[in-house]
């Protein structure tokens, strides 16, 4: 694939902390890349103003680059982690996501991206699990007219805290003309998944593919994510990327080595969507580099990862 065809997250560049939005276009162009997605648009432009997206968006296609963006996170159960939603919604979040969707055609995106929450709130004692679900399904029925209206395509991150059986269900209720799927493999062991089987499932709903690798070992009892290299893990990209051809490819630096207690009785019996098969294959891949003693990659320079993703996706997708 052609790296005019791979685009990059703003945070997936080096210092993008300082970099303005013109210089991260500047920066993905010069690296070859095709696109840029902004991990949450109101951190970059809070009021959505129209001549500022204008502007963005004419600086974007004078550099060729196509624009995606995210919002963070979108869940009306728990509001405290979606405050730039609820200020762009002058105190309502749906509102607040509305006016996002509404804003995309200035701008020029065709996709906003949204997870749900944190690892931790899948096991929130106060607020439930099911009832975090039921606000997310509530909140997207309501956009409904600001989905089809600004013909801009919400999707759903497979994060670490949802599972993509959980995914589909939403998607079966609210209606797949209104919600599809950012597909993030590096997340989905989490949830006992397994990153190719998990992605024929979902294939259909997948409108972008979020690229980086990891590989699972152990830390005691615990199965760990460490992130390395693409190319370098257990996630077979060169099938799973067959798999979506359609979706967009956007390369994501994640952060977090999360552990699960894949031995424990009470945390299995929770992860009631779990099967076997896919439990299997990521306990063999686990006590495989546990026997190899893998050593594990740097964690802290995330952009190390950077050339060698650009280099295999050129090579290989």
């Known amino acids: 694939m052609e790296t005019d065809l791979i685009g990059v997250f703003n945070n997936s560049l080096p210092g993008y902390e300082t970099l303005t939005p013109i210089e991260i276009f500047d920066k993905a162009k010069a690296l070859g890349l095709g696109g840029v997605l902004f991990g949450n648009i109101l951190s970059v432009l809070p009021t959505l103003d129209p001549t500022a997206l204008t502007e963005l968006r004419q600086a974007a296609e004078a550099r060729g680059l196509i624009l995606n963006v995210g919002v963070g996170t979108f869940n009306p159960a728990r509001p405290e982690r979606c405050k730039s939603l609820i200020e762009a919604g002058d105190g309502d979040m749906v509102k607040g996501l509305e006016k996002v969707l509404r804003a995309m055609p200035v701008l020029g995106a065709k996709t906003v991206f949204f997870v749900v929450g944190m690892i931790e709130d899948r096991d929130d ?8 679900l039921q606000g997310v399904i509530d909140g997207v029925k309501a956009l409904a007219p600001a989905i089809r209206e600004s013909g801009t395509r919400l999707l759903i991150k497979t994060h670490e805290e949802i599972s993509t059986f959980e995914i589909l269900r939403i998607i079966e209720v609210v209606g797949e003309d209104l919600l599809g799927i950012a597909h993030d493999p590096v997340n989905v062991p ?10 024929r499932r979902i ?15 152990f830390d005691g009892d615990l199965m760990r994510r460490y992130l390395t290299p693409l190319g370098t893990g257990d996630i077979d990209w060169t099938e799973l990327l067959v798999l979506v051809p359609q ?12 552990a699960m207690p894949v031995f424990d009785k009470d945390w299995l019996s929770a992860q009631a969507d779990a099967t076997l098969d896919e439990y299997r294959a990521l306990i063999s891949a686990t006590v495989k580099h546990e026997r190899a003693n893998t050593p594990v990659p740097d964690q802290k320079d995330v952009f190390a990862r950077l050339a060698p993703s650009i280099e295999w996706l050129k090579a290989n997708a």
Not at 190 to 199: F, H, L, N
Not at 247 to 258: C, K, L, M, N, V
């Open 203 to 217: 294939a259909r709903h997948v409108a972008q593919v979020h690229i980086d690798d990891c590989y699972t070992t």
């Open 125 to 132: 004692p106060v607020i439930s699990w099911q009832s975090q």
């Open 247 to 258: 979706a967009t490819r956007w390369i994501e630096f994640h952060r977090g080595q999360f």
């Open 190 to 199: 989490c949830r006992m998944e397994e990153a190719v089987e998990c992605t």
